[in-house]
């Protein structure tokens, strides 16, 4: 093993003499005490490096190790339920070694070496297989069948596969092809910055589900897809992500915690092994793989972490899976380049953030995609990338947010306004917006219902109204609407407060599936039409808003998956109500200067 030497410490970056021969973003060990460094920038003998852990005590004249590999991450059965670091340390295997902190320059293996699985073969020997074929299946949790398959670049004959429980380094299929044999373990490694290969792009047409009203029905996302959620502090990022990574449907969850603070990914570590998956009931962690790099954390690991999660996530998607990435936040990944850019001396970009800034951001988004895999037996794999964004003070002129917008095909704005009126999620109707309605309405329609897509454009333009009469309202007051105009401030209210907005810590009310929100937006609209309907019948508006049944349709979204049926109940009520308006008759036998009277809260006259 070659060395080199150090000449220079800068925090996480160290320059190093010595280092002919060396690559871009090989991976080195820094100093005697082996900390893990990648190469960033050459000139001449010199080497400039990125260290992934704290370079306090390392001087100049250590010595600097050389490995020839860039940085590779480890693929195969152990990576569910499984806790890293940014540069896939299992958090839980060190913990038991070396306790609370982890121990600089430590080497754990990724993947348990102990443990053994059970390996059972999908095809049989004299079979040929290339890169991407799959040649057996582990069961690796109740949730997810591991598919074991053929690395990139290698292809032959089987002369021999054997089925039992083996370690992950043990030999399970032995190839051969013309000029040499290859023996196949149920893992390989994979260069983090490197996309995987697959067969075919397809077109994003399936919908990805969250279970969050206002995404699903006015902002939603594509399975293979990729959304943004900036924010000011305050605004609910990180809950919607969480939302996200519990409910979205998705196979498996890639959770990335990148440059967060502590006590937010503490609050994931300890909530996702007690939470539920809706679909089968079993632990959500059964389908996750999380990986913690917070603030307090080495800044440098950050970029890695973001490269780590997004290649674990492209190796589950090559198996035919559905993968979600959640990625908390990119603008600590942002800043930390900044700050490595800034020791490198490089110009400065925008605000300081390197120039190359954009391209780092679209690298990282472009890996999502719906595709056709390699490999037989043929299958479709799509892999979802949900980015959070922290620009300061909420300014989405902020350059990391401009960068990502130009990417991204989904942009949920959420403003701390929303927040402080305690309206959550705080997404922003008015500037939020998807460009997958279009490609996803047949696909939303198939699973609700024909009219689904142009019932959540109708209750957009309610709202769209709303926001153009609460310019009025502020200039000359309600009173001096007319009862019409009113009606559209009432309709959008109940759009706002009965539809739009979730408890994500309510036990019902933090998931709604398409049916259930196609039925709540249903049963919104129709009350609507029919209150719009009976005020040009001579109904008064004051009695309109007055209806016993508003009490249901506020409870809507409290009732289970299993009685949805009392939703589309609430439609007869409201048919019989109106009619009985219509034809003079009161729905309760107050007296006439009772309800006279102005409505509480809503500013109204008779």
């Given at each position: 093993m070659r060395n080199g030497e150090i000449t220079k410490v800068s925090g996480p970056l160290v320059v190093a003499k010595g280092m002919t021969g060396s690559k871009m973003y090989d991976v080195v060990r820094v100093s005697d005490e082996r900390l893990v460094g990648e190469i960033v920038g050459l000139a001449g003998d010199l080497a400039s490096i990125q260290v992934y852990e704290d370079t306090s005590g390392i001087g100049p004249g250590e010595p600097v190790y050389m490995t020839d590999e860039p940085l590779f991450v480890e693929l195969g059965p152990g990576l569910i339920e499984s806790i890293f670091d940014g540069i896939q340390r299992p958090l839980d295997i060190i913990k038991e070694s070396t306790g609370d902190y982890i121990t600089r320059g430590i080497e754990v293996p990724a993947l348990a070496r102990k443990k053994k699985w059970h390996f059972k073969p999908t095809v049989k020997a004299g079979a040929e297989v290339g890169p991407g074929d799959i040649i057996g299946e582990v069961q690796e949790t109740k949730l997810v069948l591991h598919k074991i398959l053929v690395p990139p670049g290698i292809k032959g004959k089987i002369k021999d596969i054997k089925e039992g429980d083996f370690l992950v380094t043990d030999v399970i299929c032995t190839l051969a092809d013309d000029k040499e044999k290859h023996d196949l373990t149920m893992m390989h490694r994979w260069p983090v910055r490197v996309p995987r290969d697959y067969k075919e792009r397809l077109a994003p047409s399936l919908t990805l589900s969250t279970g969050q009203r206002v995404i699903d029905t006015f902002f939603p996302i594509a399975k293979g897809g990729t959304a943004c959620c900036p924010g000011p502090f305050g605004s609910g990022k990180t809950v919607i992500q969480h939302q996200l990574a519990k409910w979205a449907d998705a196979e498996i969850i890639?959770?990335?915690?990148?440059?967060?603070?502590?006590?937010?990914?503490?609050?994931v570590l300890l909530e996702f092994p007690e939470l539920k998956d809706p679909r089968s009931g079993e632990p959500l962690m059964k389908r996750t793989v999380l990986i913690a790099n917070t603030s307090n954390m080495p800044v440098a690991a950050r970029e890695a972490s973001v490269y780590t999660g997004i290649t674990i996530a492209e190796y589950f998607r090559d198996m035919g899976y559905s993968v979600a990435v959640m990625a908390d936040s990119t603008s600590r990944w942002a800043e930390a380049m900044r700050e490595i850019s800034g020791r490198l001396e490089e110009m400065p970009g925008e605000e300081g953030y390197p120039a190359y800034l954009a391209a780092r951001v679209s690298s990282f988004y472009e890996r999502a995609?719906?595709?056709?895999?390699?490999?037989?037996?043929?299958?479709?794999?799509a892999l979802s990338v949900v980015g959070a964004v922290s620009p300061p003070g909420g300014d989405l002129s902020d350059p990391v947010v401009q960068a990502t917008l130009r990417v991204v095909k989904v942009f949920w704005s959420l403003e701390d306004k929303l927040a402080y009126q305690r309206h959550f999620p705080a997404i922003s109707w008015l500037n939020s917006y998807s460009l997958y309605i279009d490609d996803i309405a047949d696909d939303v329609n198939k699973m609700t219902a024909k009219d689904f897509t142009e019932l959540s454009?109708?209750?957009?333009?309610?709202?769209?109204?709303?926001a153009e009469l609460q310019e009025i309202v502020r200039l000359i007051g309600v009173d001096a609407l007319s009862p019409e105009d009113r009606l559209i401030l009432e309709g959008a209210r109940s759009l706002r407060e009965d539809f739009l907005h979730q408890n994500a810590f309510h036990e019902i009310d933090t998931y709604a599936s398409l049916v259930k929100q196609y039925r709540m937006l249903s049963v919104c609209m129709f009350h609507y039409n029919k209150a719009r309907e009976a005020l040009k019948r001579g109904v008064a508006f004051d009695d309109i808003v007055k209806m016993d049944i508003r009490n249901k349709i506020a409870r809507m979204r409290y009732l289970e998956e299993s009685k949805l049926d009392t939703i589309d109940a609430i439609?007869?009520?409201?048919?019989?109500?109106?009619?009985?308006?219509?034809?003079?008759?009161?729905?309760?036998?107050?007296?006439?200067?009772?309800?006279?009277?102005?409505?509480e809260g809503h500013g109204g006259k008779k």
């Amino acid at each position: 093993m070659r060395n080199g030497e150090i000449t220079k410490v800068s925090g996480p970056l160290v320059v190093a003499k010595g280092m002919t021969g060396s690559k871009m973003y090989d991976v080195v060990r820094v100093s005697d005490e082996r900390l893990v460094g990648e190469i960033v920038g050459l000139a001449g003998d010199l080497a400039s490096i990125q260290v992934y852990e704290d370079t306090s005590g390392i001087g100049p004249g250590e010595p600097v190790y050389m490995t020839d590999e860039p940085l590779f991450v480890e693929l195969g059965p152990g990576l569910i339920e499984s806790i890293f670091d940014g540069i896939q340390r299992p958090l839980d295997i060190i913990k038991e070694s070396t306790g609370d902190y982890i121990t600089r320059g430590i080497e754990v293996p990724a993947l348990a070496r102990k443990k053994k699985w059970h390996f059972k073969p999908t095809v049989k020997a004299g079979a040929e297989v290339g890169p991407g074929d799959i040649i057996g299946e582990v069961q690796e949790t109740k949730l997810v069948l591991h598919k074991i398959l053929v690395p990139p670049g290698i292809k032959g004959k089987i002369k021999d596969i054997k089925e039992g429980d083996f370690l992950v380094t043990d030999v399970i299929c032995t190839l051969a092809d013309d000029k040499e044999k290859h023996d196949l373990t149920m893992m390989h490694r994979w260069p983090v910055r490197v996309p995987r290969d697959y067969k075919e792009r397809l077109a994003p047409s399936l919908t990805l589900s969250t279970g969050q009203r206002v995404i699903d029905t006015f902002f939603p996302i594509a399975k293979g897809g990729t959304a943004c959620c900036p924010g000011p502090f305050g605004s609910g990022k990180t809950v919607i992500q969480h939302q996200l990574a519990k409910w979205a449907d998705a196979e498996i969850i890639v959770y990335i915690g990148c440059g967060e603070r502590g006590n937010e990914m503490t609050d994931v570590l300890l909530e996702f092994p007690e939470l539920k998956d809706p679909r089968s009931g079993e632990p959500l962690m059964k389908r996750t793989v999380l990986i913690a790099n917070t603030s307090n954390m080495p800044v440098a690991a950050r970029e890695a972490s973001v490269y780590t999660g997004i290649t674990i996530a492209e190796y589950f998607r090559d198996m035919g899976y559905s993968v979600a990435v959640m990625a908390d936040s990119t603008s600590r990944w942002a800043e930390a380049m900044r700050e490595i850019s800034g020791r490198l001396e490089e110009m400065p970009g925008e605000e300081g953030y390197p120039a190359y800034l954009a391209a780092r951001v679209s690298s990282f988004y472009e890996r999502a995609g719906r595709v056709k895999t390699l490999g037989k037996p043929e299958r479709e794999g799509a892999l979802s990338v949900v980015g959070a964004v922290s620009p300061p003070g909420g300014d989405l002129s902020d350059p990391v947010v401009q960068a990502t917008l130009r990417v991204v095909k989904v942009f949920w704005s959420l403003e701390d306004k929303l927040a402080y009126q305690r309206h959550f999620p705080a997404i922003s109707w008015l500037n939020s917006y998807s460009l997958y309605i279009d490609d996803i309405a047949d696909d939303v329609n198939k699973m609700t219902a024909k009219d689904f897509t142009e019932l959540s454009r109708e209750a957009m333009k309610l709202l769209e109204q709303e926001a153009e009469l609460q310019e009025i309202v502020r200039l000359i007051g309600v009173d001096a609407l007319s009862p019409e105009d009113r009606l559209i401030l009432e309709g959008a209210r109940s759009l706002r407060e009965d539809f739009l907005h979730q408890n994500a810590f309510h036990e019902i009310d933090t998931y709604a599936s398409l049916v259930k929100q196609y039925r709540m937006l249903s049963v919104c609209m129709f009350h609507y039409n029919k209150a719009r309907e009976a005020l040009k019948r001579g109904v008064a508006f004051d009695d309109i808003v007055k209806m016993d049944i508003r009490n249901k349709i506020a409870r809507m979204r409290y009732l289970e998956e299993s009685k949805l049926d009392t939703i589309d109940a609430i439609k007869d009520e409201l048919t019989a109500d109106f009619d009985r308006m219509i034809k003079g008759e009161t729905e309760n036998t107050e007296p006439e200067t009772a309800r006279d009277k102005v409505t509480e809260g809503h500013g109204g006259k008779k």
